[in-house]
C-alpha cells in the first residue's frame, strides 16, 4: 500500500506532457524584468539605480529585514528602468528592468559543471549562506526558506521532509530536476540535515514519477538516513500538511507549523537551489520551468533565467497556439491566469500552462444539490458548501468557527462541484475578511 | 498580442461531474429493478412508470416557466428520478389519474414550492407517497400479485405484502414461525429475486442491489447511509426475533420486504434532503433504521420505511448544523 493522506483528495487527469523530456537552457533573453517582491514578506530594497552596470548574480535588491529575500541580477548589462510593472498577480509591483549585455559572472560563483558532495562549513554559515542567496520556496509558496529553517527556541526537528510530489497535472519542473540533479539534490539533503541537526529525511515521490523514485532510491543506499517514499496519485499530495500525514502520520494543528510536530518541508528544487547557494556560492537566479499544454508544438522543461518574460517560453515552446484562452502561471488547480505574456518569470514559477479557449470559459453556475462531493473532498476537513454560503451572506463572524482560515486553497471542492459552483473564489473572500476581523482583534 | 486572455481565479479545471450526469446514473441504476418489475407486473409497470415521469417532467416545466418565471431546468434529470421513484413507490395497478396527482404533490408541493431543486426539506417522491397512502388508502394497499405479462391492470388479482401478512396475522393471533410457512408467503429466494406483491420497484432485492453496486462504482453515493440503514434494521430485528422468534420475524426477512433496500439505496441517499458529513450520514441512517423498526413492529402501518425517512429528514438541517466533518489537525498523533 501507498502512504497518502486521509481526508479528501481528487484525482485530476494528470497531463503530464513532458514527463521524461530533457531540461533545455533558455537563451538569456535581451531584456529581464525582475520584481523585487517575490516572496511572501517584505519587499526586498532596491540597492541599483538607472544606469548602474551589473552582473549576473549580483545582489540588486537587499532583503529588508528577517522575514524577506534579497534579489540578484539573473544577467550582466545596464540597468534601464526601476519601476512599477505588472507582476504575475496582476499587481503593480517595484520592479527591476536590465538590459542585457554579455553573460559575465561574479567572480566568486562557482560556474564549474562538477558535482561537490563534501559540506565542510558550520550550520550558522549554511543558513547565512541561503539567506544571502535570495533563497525562496519554489513549490510555489515562497515563503524566504532562510525563515523556514530557523527553528524558533524550543522546538526541535527530528526529520526533514524533501517535498518531491509535484501533484499538480501538467507540472514536471520538480521531476525533470530530480532526474538529472539527482546526486546534487542529496548533497543538498545533507546540508539540511547539518544545518537543522537531523538524522532523518524522507523524500516523498508520487508513484507516476517511477524513474525519479529508482533514481533516488539507488541514491538514497548510498546515504545514511535517507528514505525516499513512494506516495499514491492523489491532489493535493504535496500540500505540506498532506505531505507530512503521508510520511508521519502526524496531523499539524489548525494553526501551527510542521515544525509543532518536529518536521520541515522543502521542495526538490529549493534543496537544489540550496545545494547551489551553499557549494557553489551561486545566488537564486535561474530554475526549471515546465512550458505546456496541449496544443502546444514544443512543450518542455526550460532552464529559464528569472525575470524572463512569458513571451520568450512561450516563443521555444513553438509559439502560442491559436485560440489559446488562458495562459496560466504555475499548475492547473492553484496557478494564476495571466493577463499578458510580458510578465515575468518569478522565483515561484514551476510552469508556465496553455489553455485552449474551449478549456478555460468558466461554467454557468447551478444550484447546490447538497450532494456532499465538496465536503467529501475538502483535504482539511471543512465544508466547501457552508463557508460558500457564509461568504455570500456576510456571516463572516461565523466563519472563523467553522475553520474557514485552515483552508489551504487548494481548489478540490471548485474543481469536484456538479453545479460547477465557484466554492474557493467565495472562501478566499471570506477569508480575507475573517483575516480582517482576526487582525482587528490584535 | 491580438488575443484577449481570461483571467480568472484558480482552479483552471474542473471534474467531469454534472447535476445532469449524477441524475442519469440514479436512472441507470435503476433499470434493473425496473425490468424486474416489468417481468411481474407486466404492462402496468411501464404504464404506471411512464405516467410518473411524465407528469413529474411536465409539472415541472409548467411551474418553472409559468409560475415562477424562470428558465425551466428539467433537463438536470432531477425530475426523472422523482418521476420514476414516485412510480417504484406505488402499487403496479394503481390509476393513472391518483399517479398524476402524486407527481403534482411531488413536484408542486415537495419541491417547488420551497425552492425547487437543492432547497426542499423532504423527498418528494416520498412526500407524495404517504400523501396517496393517506388520501387513497384502499388504491395504495392493493397490491397486485405478480402474474408476469398475464397481469391485468385493472382488475388484477390481488394480495397482501409479505409485511401485510405478517402484521394481519399477528392481529389474529398467530405465531410469526407459522405466518413465515403460510403458502401465500413466499420462501426467502423469491423475495430476493421479487417474486412478492409490493409496490412497483421495491421487490426486487437482488436488482436494487445491483443498483447500489452502480452507484457506488461511479461515485455517485458513499456507503454510509444505505449500509447502515440495513446494519441498523437487522441489528434491532435480531434481537427482538432472539428474544421471541414468535412475536417477531427474523432480520433477513425484515431486510428484503416493505422496500427497505429501495428506501436505503435510492431513497434515504437523496442528495438534498440527507447530511453532508458522514458522523452525519451515519445519526441519520441509524435513525432511520430505528423508527422503520418501531413502525412495523409497534406501528398501525405493516411498514415503515418511507414514514422513517420523512421523519429523518425533518433532522437534517439539525445534523448539519452540529455535526462537523472531522478537522484535519484534530486527531492525536499515535506515533
Known amino acids: ?442 | 498580442m491580438d488575443q484577449k486572455l481570461i483571467v480568472s481565479p484558480s482552479p483552471h479545471i474542473s471534474g467531469d461531474y454534472s447535476i445532469r450526469k449524477l441524475m442519469m446514473h440514479v436512472v441507470i441504476a435503476l433499470i434493473p429493478a425496473f425490468l424486474v418489475s416489468v417481468w411481474f407486473f407486466g404492462y402496468a409497470a411501464i404504464l404506471v412508470t411512464a405516467v410518473s415521469v411524465a407528469s413529474c417532467v411536465l409539472f415541472e416545466y409548467i411551474i418553472q416557466r409559468f409560475v415562477m418565471k424562470v428558465k425551466p431546468t428539467i433537463d438536470d434529470g432531477s425530475a426523472v428520478v422523482t418521476g420514476v421513484l414516485l412510480a417504484f413507490n406505488v402499487p403496479a395497478n394503481l390509476p393513472v389519474w391518483i399517479i398524476i396527482l402524486g407527481a403534482l404533490v411531488a413536484i408542486g408541493i415537495a419541491k417547488m414550492s420551497f425552492g425547487g431543486l437543492g432547497n426542499n426539506p423532504f423527498n418528494p417522491a416520498l412526500v407524495a407517497r404517504v400523501f396517496l397512502l393517506i388520501s387513497f388508502p384502499v388504491q395504495m394497499t392493493t397490491w397486485p400479485l405478480p402474474k408476469g405479462f398475464d397481469t391485468k391492470y385493472a382488475d388484477a388479482i390481488t394480495g397482501a405484502t409479505p409485511l401485510g401478512i405478517l402484521k394481519e396475522g399477528i392481529r389474529n393471533g398467530s405465531s410469526v414461525i407459522d405466518l413465515l410457512h403460510t403458502p401465500a408467503m413466499p420462501d426467502y429466494q423469491q423475495l430476493f429475486i421479487g417474486n412478492m406483491g409490493g409496490s412497483l420497484g421495491e421487490i426486487a432485492a437482488g436488482a436494487l442491489l445491483l443498483g447500489f453496486i452502480y452507484l457506488l462504482w461511479k461515485r455517485v453515493i458513499t456507503w454510509h447511509i444505505p449500509v447502515t440503514i440495513v446494519f441498523t434494521v437487522a441489528v434491532f430485528t435480531s434481537v427482538l426475533w432472539l428474544i421471541n422468534p414468535n412475536r417477531y420475524a427474523d432480520p433477513l426477512f425484515h431486510v428484503l420486504t416493505g422496500g427497505l433496500l429501495l428506501g436505503a439505496i435510492y431513497m434515504a441517499t437523496d442528495y438534498v434532503t440527507s447530511p453532508m458529513t458522514v458522523r452525519g450520514m451515519i445519526i441519520y441512517a441509524i435513525g432511520i433504521g430505528i423508527v422503520t423498526v418501531v413502525i412495523r413492529v409497534w406501528g398501525a402501518y405493516p411498514e415503515g420505511v418511507s414514514f422513517a425517512i420523512l421523519f429523518m429528514n425533518a433532522f437534517v438541517p439539525l445534523i448539519n448544523r452540529y455535526i462537523k466533518p472531522g478537522r484535519f489537525g484534530e486527531e492525536v498523533h499515535h506515533a
Not at chain 1, 65 to 92: C, E, I, N, Q
Not at chain 1, 239 to 252: N, P, S, W
Not at chain 1, 299 to 323: C, H, M, S, W, Y
Open chain 1, 1 to 442: 500500500m501507498l502512504k497518502t493522506f486521509k481526508k479528501g483528495g481528487i484525482h485530476p487527469e494528470e497531463n503530464k506532457l513532458t514527463a521524461g523530456k530533457k531540461i533545455r537552457v533558455l537563451p538569456v533573453p535581451e531584456m529581464v524584468h525582475i520584481p523585487v517582491i517575490q516572496h511572501l514578506g517584505m519587499p526586498a530594497r532596491p540597492i541599483v539605480k538607472k544606469g548602474d552596470k551589473v552582473k549576473t548574480g549580483q545582489l540588486i535588491a537587499e532583503a529588508d529585514g528577517f522575514v524577506s529575500a534579497g534579489v540578484h541580477s539573473p544577467v550582466s548589462g545596464t540597468v534601464s528602468k526601476v519601476d512599477l510593472m505588472m507582476d504575475a498577480g496582476g499587481y503593480r509591483k517595484m520592479t527591476i528592468s536590465i538590459q542585457t549585455a554579455g553573460d559575465e559572472w561574479m567572480e566568486e560563483i562557482d560556474r564549474s559543471p562538477g558535482h561537490k558532495p563534501d559540506i565542510n562549513i558550520q550550520p550558522e554559515e549554511i543558513l547565512k549562506k541561503i539567506a544571502m542567496a535570495g533563497i525562496v520556496g519554489l513549490g510555489g509558496a515562497t515563503f524566504p526558506t532562510h525563515v523556514k529553517l530557523t527553528i524558533p527556541r524550543g522546538r526541535k526537528a527530528e526529520s526533514v521532509i524533501i517535498n518531491g510530489v509535484e501533484c499538480e497535472p501538467f507540472l514536471t519542473s520538480d521531476h525533470a530536476l530530480m532526474l538529472e540533479k539527482g546526486p546534487e539534490i542529496f548533497t543538498g539533503i545533507k546540508i539540511l540535515m547539518k544545518l537543522l541537526g537531523v538524522k532523518q529525511a524522507f523524500v516523498g515521490i508520487e508513484a507516476n514519477k517511477p524513474d525519479a523514485i529508482k533514481l533516488f532510491r539507488d541514491l538514497a543506499m548510498r546515504h545514511i538516513g535517507i528514505a525516499v517514499v513512494p506516495l499514491r496519485v492523489k491532489y493535493p499530495q504535496g500540500g505540506e500538511k498532506q505531505l507530512i500525514k503521508a510520511i508521519t502520520g502526524r496531523e499539524v494543528p489548525s494553526g501551527k507549523l510542521p515544525i509543532d510536530v518536529g518536521t520541515v518541508v522543502v521542495n526538490v528544487g529549493t534543496t537544489y537551489a540550496i545545494y547551489e547557494a551553499v557549494q557553489k556560492n551561486k545566488p537564486l537566479i535561474e530554475r526549471v520551468v515546465t512550458v505546456t499544454g496541449k496544443k502546444l508544438a514544443n512543450p518542455g522543461n526550460f532552464l529559464v533565467r528569472i525575470g524572463t518574460p512569458v513571451e520568450k517560453l512561450l516563443e521555444a515552446a513553438g509559439g502560442l497556439p491559436q485560440n489559446t484562452g488562458k495562459i496560466l502561471y504555475g499548475g492547473p488547480m492553484m496557478g494564476k491566469a495571466l493577463p499578458s505574456t510580458d510578465i515575468p518569470v518569478g522565483k515561484g514559477c514551476s510552469g508556465i500552462l496553455v489553455m485552449p479557449l474551449e478549456e478555460s470559459r468558466r461554467r454557468e453556475m447551478k444550484v447546490c444539490i447538497r450532494c456532499s462531493k465538496c465536503v467529501q473532498v475538502c483535504p482539511m476537513g471543512l465544508e466547501p458548501y457552508l463557508l460558500m454560503a457564509m461568504s455570500e451572506r456576510a456571516m463572516f463572524d461565523r466563519m472563523e468557527n467553522e475553520k474557514i482560515m485552515d483552508c489551504i486553497e487548494c481548489g478540490s471542492c471548485s474543481y469536484i462541484c456538479p453545479s460547477d459552483r465557484p466554492l474557493l473564489d467565495y472562501i478566499r473572500l471570506g477569508k480575507s475578511e475573517v483575516n480582517k476581523i482576526i487582525r482587528s482583534r490584535k
